[in-house]
């Protein structure tokens, strides 16, 4: 039992940084500090003032200008570069900084001078450190980059995630990163922008040493007396013009694959950069970096990734505060359900998960498994994972959890039945959550006597994948509930949506007749592949055809069927072999077939002989997309734009070089757009009728 | 503790005449007052799998992690709401060293769980309770999670000795020539293996395996091939039985791995075995003229069992309803080449203490170690010689009812992980005589090296 009121662990791991034993402060700007320690070395800490994390903005860049200047002159052993926020080195640059900017002048010009400050740095009389902890992305890494020698402390993430914002490296990275480690392990970071953690960046030789906080000061020591040498594996054969051209060429094929240079041109900016001046001097290699960023950073593309940013931004803040969420209790391990709880025990939380069906319950966790060995980077923290799974086989889980989120079949009735099960042996304060993907909340609210606690909370499959969460709302729901799902959406990493429950909620009502319109077109005759390549053409990652197998047949009928019974919405009928289909068991990617059949790894089986897409089929797909999203604004489906925005790009992966939905309306004109649903009605029907609030639209 | 005889046979020398203890039977519930009662509240143990050849899917940890969730999300009071816990385990791993202390903050006990772990050979799962029972008894502490693990098919294959010293030697060689002249002098069976298992089950005082000691017990009362066999089969059946007619429901909580595998049910159990297929097995520790064979022997198994004991403080705050209550304990050794007996000398010295008798007993659990022991345990208190010159009785202590024993299996259905079975006995006790609507009985065990253990519980 706890003698004291605060656990020893909690109170004694709190995070120390060290900032150089019995250091002096030198001097003290906005952002930096500069401080002398007893061994006569320089410790220059980022501490970005009313912000969480430290990023690099302009004033933080004049600041260390300054700052280098004073080191320059005060000629200490040597220099520390470091963060003094607990949480991580350095993020990157301020994205703010880069939203809206159009002039590529003005970009060359300000990333010329940055540059400079860099290469300053760089070239300091003196060793230089960089001693990092926690996140060292984008702009941060480009600064580590600069140092002699490079100390991660355990649990240190180093990475280049511009590409994900249309855009390269533009601080150096792009030649000094291939210049320090293997340039091919380089450029597969700059290119797929996934981080590494700590024991890959010593692997790869991003950093010269992996230790404890504690033992930073004698790293440091090590360092700066150069007995820890700077690690050195840049260059070998891609000194070689062939072998770049070589490489070159795979990893643009590579590139392409995961998407189109016209869509995502970055990656092949990128590629272009070290095939042909990989071998040259720093000045040209400095100069062709400076030139292709500001390219990239004033082109459509990385302003509207740009934007996707703030999107997710905006939905994040959504999820911000303490929800009160310690143990969740899922009830039915299918796809959604086991897939929501091992989610969450990958996230930190205590987990139940109950099922009738004891086989697929321990199917579930052999999922989870899987999961968890994916996505947790050490056998304890799969270890501990594993351990807050529980398969709750007899449903006690009900009876401590905090929330409790229904998964089961995808039926009004049975779903009735199961909340009037629990609803008695739950805690008082807890709330019930049903994963519905179209179940209208006021058809279940009355089947539990706490209708302000029951709410919708509906994830997208793959659950790991897709980020977003609709959290569904009706009228009696309390806001404190509705507060506290949103911040447990937060605490698990994904971006909850506030939507008002109405058939297909925000996402499948939008999705619906994409769908739908897919199907009277293979009734018309056009082949699946075809319908799935305009929409994977247009930005879409796959095709409504495809989507449809996946999302399973069985739920897109029960989704359509409510959607006309509950809407007042002109949509195509249901096809008579889709009922049919799901009859006879044929349901999708989960059956093994549907529309398409599936290998063993649930590949679609795709003839490659197809005709062409044209423009018409493609608006056929996007048009009634466009026009559902601005009638749920309309009907205050869903409070804002930003959010409808952010919802479909998170939810249905919504072509996010476009920016959104609406981004991209605009970008068309809504005039054009507006027309072209005109033309389309006047064609096939009033389900391309153009809402009226499409006139209400402001401008931006 | 202070009860415990410190020779084996000194039992006890002056047994009250029969009919003095059959007035004071009823007054059992009062003696020693002024200790607290102490109550078993709930219990949950994994299916016991047998070990199939290499290591199974769990580790010793692992089980009890696999048993404690399940028991613990069914408790209404949070898991650090427990004053300790002690976990028994005999073949304890490298890497989970106190394994009552991982599992504890494996199962999300909370740091500050004191937690330790107990090893008495095949009595480690019973002694962990037994020390929760004394120490509640004594306002100690209020509420503890007591159990056993052992995953026997994790038993290590140990180098030996010789291999070892070898070993060490070559670690430390620095010049070539003495690394050379360390090579030199290796010789293949320095490398051989030796199984942990093996060493296990066999007394380092005697040298006798256990199968061995089961085989002398066997001979000294006569206990014949067919009527070990004959038991054997009887064992099956009933644990079959009990799993067909959910009488396990609830102790038994299903497990599974992280890879997805489901294991619900105790799978040593063989219902369709016979007297023929048992007969034609081969004498497994004394050959060619034993009789003790691998299916009239408890199997090698994994599994975990933890109970909940509580104090009537701890009832009343956390609102528990008791199962039983522990009434007493005793532990007796004697000499390890017929620890098999080890329940005669536990068993009759608890119930003279407790001045009851055979029949006030409604159901034993007898840990099946051996059919051939069980069997012996049996015929010895029925010994007249025995009874008065060993146990200290005027009369033979008498047959006990065969359908008062192993109602449901036992070890040799079962399976035997030895630091959980006196866990299991304890615990299926409690439940069976409930599902009977009785009320004592008393679970008794052997112990290697020569010991045995016994618990006396009334169900509340």
């Known amino acids: 039992m706890a003698v004291g009121r605060i656990p020893a662990g909690k109170h004694l791991n709190r995070n120390r940084l060290t900032l150089g034993p019995d250091a002096q402060e030198i001097a003290k700007t906005t952002h930096w500090s500069l401080l002398r320690d007893a061994d006569a070395i320089a410790w220059l800490v980022l501490d970005r003032a009313g912000e969480s994390t430290n990023t690099l903005s302009e004033p933080v860049m004049t600041e260390l200008e300054t700052l280098l200047g004073q080191v320059e002159a005060l000629q200490p052993k040597g220099l520390v570069l470091r963060s003094g926020k607990p949480g991580g080195f350095i993020a990157g640059a301020d994205i703010r900084d880069f939203a809206g900017v159009s002039q590529r002048d003005v970009v060359e010009g300000r990333m010329t001078q940055a540059h400079a400050l860099v290469d300053r740095l760089a070239a300091l009389p003196m060793p230089s450190v960089a001693v990092v902890h926690g996140h060292c992305l984008g702009g941060g890494l480009e600064l580590a980059l600069a140092c002699r020698n490079r100390i991660a402390v355990e649990g240190a993430v180093f990475g280049f995630p511009e590409v994900l914002l249309g855009l390269h490296p533009g601080l150096g990275g792009t030649f000094r990163l291939p210049a320090l480690i293997e340039p091919l392990e380089a450029m597969k970071m700059m290119l797929t922008g996934k981080s590494v953690h700590t024991a890959k960046a010593r692997r790869l030789g991003l950093v010269d040493a992996v230790v404890e906080e504690r033992h930073v000061v004698n790293a440091v020591k090590a360092a700066i007396s150069g007995e820890l040498k700077p690690t050195k594996r840049g260059a070998g054969l891609s000194r070689f013009s062939f072998y770049r051209g070589f490489a070159a060429r795979r990893m643009r094929s590579m590139a392409a694959k995961r998407a189109p240079e016209e869509h995502y041109p970055a990656p092949h900016r990128l590629i272009d ?23 990239l950073l004033t082109g459509e593309t990385a302003q509207n990734l740009i934007h996707v940013f703030f999107l997710r931004e905006s939905l994040k803040a959504g999820g911000k505060g303490a929800s009160g969420i310690a143990h969740v209790h899922v009830i039915g391990a299918g796809t959604m359900g086991g897939d929501i709880a091992a989610w969450c025990a990958a996230r930190g939380l205590r987990v139940t998960l109950s099922d009738l069906n004891e086989q697929a319950l321990a199917a579930a966790i052999g999922r989870a498994g899987k999961l968890f060995d994916k996505r947790l980077h050490s056998g304890v923290a799969r270890r501990d994972a594993s351990d807050r799974l529980t398969p709750d086989f007899a449903g006690d889980g009900v009876k401590q959890a905090d929330l409790v989120i229904e998964a089961v079949a995808e039926k009004a009735e049975v779903k009735r039945k199961v909340f009037g099960m629990i609803a008695p042996l739950m805690k008082k304060d ?16 009355t089947a539990v006597p706490f209708p302000e606690r029951l709410l919708g909370l509906h994830f997208f499959n793959p659950v790991a994948r897709m980020e977003l969460v609709e959290v569904v709302s009706h009228d009696r729901v309390s806001d404190a509930a509705l507060a506290r799902l949103a911040a447990f959406c937060g605490s698990i990493d994904r971006l909850p949506a506030l939507v008002k429950s109405s058939p297909g909620f925000l996402i499948n009502r939008v999705l619906t007749p994409y769908l739908t319109e897919a199907f009277v077109m293979l009734d018309e005759g056009v082949q699946k592949e075809t319908i799935d390549q305009a929409a994977v053409s247009f930005g879409m990652p796959m095709g409504p055809i495809e989507l449809a197998d996946r999302v399973g047949l069985d739920i897109c009928l029960e989704v359509a069927r409510t959607m006309q019974s509950g809407l007042d919405i002109a949509l195509p009928d249901v096809p008579g072999w889709l ?19 599936y290998d063993r790894n649930g590949e679609p089986r795709k003839s490659t002989k197809y005709p062409e897409p044209h423009s018409a089929i493609t608006d056929r797909l996007i048009l009634p997309m466009l026009n559902t999203c601005v009638t749920c604004l309309r009907e205050g489906v869903v409070g804002d734009e930003k959010t409808l925005e952010g919802a479909m790009i998170f939810a249905t992966g919504f072509a996010p070089f476009r920016g959104g939905p609406l981004r991209y309306a605009r970008t068309r004109g809504v005039e054009e757009i507006v027309g072209a649903l005109e033309r389309l009605q006047a064609q096939h029907g009033d389900r391309f009728k153009p809402d009226p609030h499409w006139r209400k639209l402001p401008a931006n | 503790m202070a009860q415990l005889p410190r020779k084996q046979e000194r039992v006890n020398r002056k047994p009250p005449t029969r009919s003095k203890r059959a007035s004071s039977a009823r007054q059992s519930n009062n003696l020693e007052s002024k200790d607290r009662p102490v109550f078993i509240v ?33 408790q209404n009071f949070s898991p650090a709401s427990f004053d300790k816990v002690i976990l028994g385990c005999v073949n304890v791993l490298a890497d989970e060293m106190n394994p009552a202390r991982v599992a504890a903050l494996r199962l999300g006990m909370g740091d500050a769980m004191p937690a330790f772990t107990v090893q008495i050979n095949c009595g480690s799962g019973m002694q962990s309770i037994d020390t929760a029972f004394r120490t509640i008894e004594a306002g100690k502490a209020d509420l503890i999670l007591a159990g056993g693990t052992e995953a026997l098919s994790h038993a290590p294959l140990v180098w030996p000795q010789e291999g070892a010293a070898w070993f060490g030697r070559f670690a430390f060689a620095r010049s070539l020539l003495e690394r050379l002249s360390a090579l030199g002098a290796l010789r293949p069976r320095m490398l051989k293996p030796v199984i942990g298992l093996e060493r296990g089950l066999t007394d380092p005082v005697t040298q006798l395996n256990m199968g061995q000691t089961a085989e002398k017990i066997g001979h000294i009362f006569n206990i014949s091939r067919e009527a070990a066999d004959a038991y054997a089969l009887e064992s099956h059946q009933r644990l079959a039985r009990a799993q067909k007619s959910g009488a396990l429901k609830g102790e038994v909580v299903p497990a599974v791995t ?3 595998m489901l294991y619900d049910h105790d799978d040593g159990v063989r219902p369709d075995t016979s007297m023929e297929r048992l007969a034609k097995l081969k004498p497994a520790f004394e050959k060619p003229y034993g009789s003790v064979t691998p299916g009239n022997s408890s199997q090698i198994t994994d599994g975990a069992s933890w109970v909940i004991l509580a104090s009537e403080t701890a009832l009343k705050k956390h609102g528990l309803t008791p199962l039983a209550r522990i009434v007493d304990s005793e532990w007796s050794g004697l000499d390890p080449s017929i620890m098999g007996l080890g329940p005669t000398l536990c068993s009759t010295a608890l119930l003279e203490r407790r001045r009851l008798t055979r029949e006030d007993i409604e159901l034993w659990e007898l840990n099946e170690a051996f059919a051939a022991q069980v069997l012996a345990c049996l015929a010895a208190w029925e010994d007249d010689d025995y009874c008065r010159h060993v146990l200290g009785l005027e009369a033979p202590f ?22 959980t079975s006196g866990n299991r006995i304890v615990l299926h006790l409690v439940n069976a005589l409930r599902r009977g609507g009785l009320r004592r009985g008393v679970a008794t065990e052997c112990i290697g090296g020569g010991l045995g253990g016994a618990m006396l519980v009334e169900v509340v």
């Open chain 1, 579 to 597: 009922e049919s289909m799901v009859a006879e068991g044929r349901t999708g990617r989960k059956a093994g077939r549907g529309l398409y059949t």
């Open chain 2, 42 to 74: 709930d219990g949950a143990r994994t299916p016991f799998l047998r070990a199939r050849g290499k290591p199974g899917p769990f580790t010793p940890v692992d089980l009890a992690v696999q048993c404690g969730r399940p028991l613990l999300a069914r």
């Open chain 2, 398 to 419: 008498g047959r006990i009812d065969h359908n008062r024993l192993n109602v449901d299996g036992g070890a040799i259905s079962l399976g035997h992980p030895v630091g």
């Open chain 1, 430 to 445: 807890a709330i019930l959550a049903t994963n519905t993907s179209s179940i209208p909340l006021k058809e279940l609210r």
């Open chain 1, 273 to 295: 950069l070290w095939e042909h001046h990989g071998a040259g001097k720093k000045e040209v290699m400095q100069k062709e970096e400076i030139h292709s960023f500001a390219r």
């Open chain 2, 258 to 260: 992280r890879e997805g």
